[in-house]
């Protein structure tokens, strides 16, 4: 597949494979994925540390001029990318190619990592707003996906295991709803403060299905406690269920992985 | 397998297909069953939300009436599947073979889907028995047993493994009986309004075993703290037990259905 | 293996195949078994019931007369047991047969069932080892063991995964130790009198570790919340590790026993 | 391999064979291998109880005593594996194989339990520093790695798992800052106090997500109840990842020993 660019075409490309996860011994481009990834994981840092009281009024500067130095690398980034996009056979066109890329989940992730810090410029938002907006600035954490294997990874589990997970996710419900109800129906009388209606002892079925337990909500009369038990020792194997299928169609995944490397490596001869 | 149906015959034959679950393409069968699975999930929802009490207050009409929509067709419907039960070679005959129908498992949800509505119109019937009738519209949400295999999946899997479940089970009784007997030997002087018989006892037990744990119970001595702390190591395991049997054999069964589908396929040559 | 008995050999023999667990289809044997389980079931149940206080004052003369009956007949399937033993191989001894029957696990476990009643009668008791004694008629329902598999499955399973258990359990205390070291020195100071010593605050590492979590005890400075995080995700895995280890071999020694039985049908042409 | 040494250096093997774990049937090795890991047990033991404020008043002499007693026996022991550690083809070099041998683990964890008897002697440290240091004296118990396998499996499955527990616990941190993150931002107005910023709503995410549930923060709006619901639900798996797969690879490592172990044999013939 050697074809021949303008100089145009070939810097393009270089810019492109930079900005890319690098994939072998591109120093230039693997300078650029870890400059990336610390600049996320600092962000990340940055946006947990700032609702520390102390912290955020001592160093609210600091946070403001990392807040736009981040913004500003990662909107050039957007727009390289936005840029270099048509160099992929998929977006080739250089507008409908575009405009398809700028809706890949990729895109649309990068793009809410950098939009809470424009709107507010351009529009008129109230405070409450303003700190939803703040808390978009996390889904920059997303944009790691880029460059680790274990958000792929977990995407594939499951979709491969959809199916399952639907029937184990119905049965939760189903489970969760008549345990709720049961308890509300025998409760109530007893706590009507605390087992209200039937949405809100679903608070307290929760806690005991996946054995949190806050100790906040339980049963106080003889025959909730008995049902509560018998509630608990039944549900607990529902609600483990989809935690088995995944973790194990997880270690399948991963030690399939592992042998078709092997696989590889042998054929390579190594 | 081809018969010559009376037309009355086979009218009815079309409607014994159209309310069983849809096997292909009759899209008004997919129409009927669509139809029937939003009605139980609506009721579902309202007979929880029918607990909120300001929701209760602002839309009681609306409830009432859905309830009247939902028993009119949920009537018809247990009428017509008796009237064409007929067709089924086990149900063939007229009289015995409706009554021997009206005895599975599927007729008599069916029945207790709608009599919680019919019975106070007979019989007077006192406040507490009217709201444990309520209660009862909850086990609409089992008539989406025919629809959804997930239900029909967890029963195939305990029955196959009935006689673990049944050992686990034992273990798990004795378990709990020995744990909450001695807890309540050592710790009821301490607590003797907390642990004060040894069923009392045994809601300690449950929360424990499970790994609730709420809190409103727990050993204050330092005796009763050392044996908690065996028992909980000790009896966890237990408790696991059960768990882990249905979680793998939940998966083994949803693996073996794969491969077989992937069998039938191939055979058919697709 | 035929040998020819005097009448009191073959009357000997026939009642200790009546007492030993039924193997076909003999009915008095079944029959035997189920009058003694039964008599086990109601004895764990009185035990239980005995310690509410209403029903205790209400029934009294009724638990009495039931232990008394209750004794009377385990006295005698012991003595019977000892007069048989002769016939079991390797209790042939008439004397030192008997002997060393008599400290197998099964006959302790048969002679602890009734001694609790004896003991009071022949030596001055305070009332509190006549509390203990009480405690000790629970003993009874290791005579189940006799007659449910379930028993000497889980046996069998600890005796075959022995060395991976010991290994587990001494990494969790080992866990259980650093965990509660640790914790001590940070959290003592802040809360004296909850993390009074290592000891103590064991009962925080049981708690946090198993994850029940019941909520009496926790750190409350940042450095020990900090602590107390990493533990708990360190530390389940440690926990988790010989329930996995049960749960697993629990469910191998299950499905060999199956095949094993399939085979054996098999082999007899069924 | 047999060589010929001079009487001094048979006499310096015959020491480095006796404080190593014994083989097979050397009496004296095996006596000094008990006696330091009692010496190690009982030196927890002591650091354990010395906290328990009545039981270091009354038996502080025998503490000091014990203490000193182990510091001597350990010191000991660690000069002399210095010493005969040249023995060892790695170590050869008496300087630089003794400096290399002196930052191996093992060394350093052996230093590092007799290093805080010695330091006050030489250095003035005030209270706190002197406390830190008494904990050290814990570090001993990493000594009985050298006798246990059960350490050394767990460093060789952590090892061999190395990829898989690092994404996973990627994932597991992500998690955890989103889940931590969204409910500071709906609980914040509502509890003020409790989720005081998103590190101390942290303390929820973790008791949250690995089911331990203090229940000393919890959310109570209705907005905050469902989301840590769903977190709840969703979250539980992701923390149940590491847990599944160390506990399956420990479980793997441990058959295929034992089949090691049963080839072993048969080849040796038996």
New interface residues.
């Given amino acids: 597949m050697k074809t021949s660019y303008s100089s145009k075409s070939r810097y393009k490309r270089r810019i492109l494979t930079t900005i890319n996860k690098a994939d072998g011994s591109d120093q230039l481009s693997r300078g650029f994925d870890i400059f990336i990834m610390a600049l996320i994981v600092l962000n990340?840092f940055a946006?947990?540390?700032e609702?520390?009281?102390s912290i955020q009024v001592r160093y609210e500067r600091v946070f403001y001029y990392f807040e736009i130095f981040t913004v500003i690398v990662f909107s050039i980034e957007y727009v390289i990318r936005l840029w270099t996009c048509t160099l992929i056979e998929k977006y080739r066109h250089p507008v409908w190619g575009r405009l398809k890329y700028m809706f890949s989940i990729e895109a649309i992730i990068d793009l809410l990592a950098i939009l809470p810090f424009y709107l507010p410029l351009f529009f008129n938002m109230d405070a409450r707003v303003l700190?939803?907006l703040r808390?978009f600035r996390?889904m920059r954490?997303f944009k790691?996906g880029r460059y680790?294997?274990?958000?792929q990874?977990?995407v594939t589990v499951m979709k491969k295991r959809k199916?399952?997970l639907l029937?184990?996710f119905?049965?939760?419900v189903?489970m969760l709803?008549?345990a709720s109800?049961?308890m509300?129906?025998i409760e109530h009388e007893a706590q009507p403060d605390i087992f209200?209606?039937?949405?809100?002892t679903?608070?307290w079925g929760?806690?005991?299905l996946?054995?949190?337990?806050?100790?906040?909500v339980?049963p106080v009369t003889p025959l909730g406690?008995l049902l509560?038990?018998v509630i608990?020792?039944l549900g607990?194997?529902v609600?483990?269920?989809?935690?088995?299928?995944?973790?194990?169609s997880?270690?399948r995944e991963?030690s399939e992985r592992e042998k078709n490397r092997k696989t590889t490596r042998q054929h390579e001869g190594k």
């Avoid at 209200?196 to 809100?200: D, G, H, K, N, V």
């Avoid at 996946?210 to 906040?216: A, K, N």
């Fill in positions: 990340v946006v947990i540390t609702t520390v009281q700190r939803v808390l996390l954490v790691l680790f294997v274990a958000f990874l977990i199916e399952e029937i184990t119905t049965l939760l189903v709803i008549l109800s049961l509300y129906y209200t209606s039937i949405p809100a679903m608070w929760i806690a005991t996946t054995t949190v337990g806050y100790g906040d339980y406690k509560g038990s608990a020792i607990i194997g609600f483990a269920l989809p935690t088995g299928i995944i973790a194990s997880f270690e991963l």
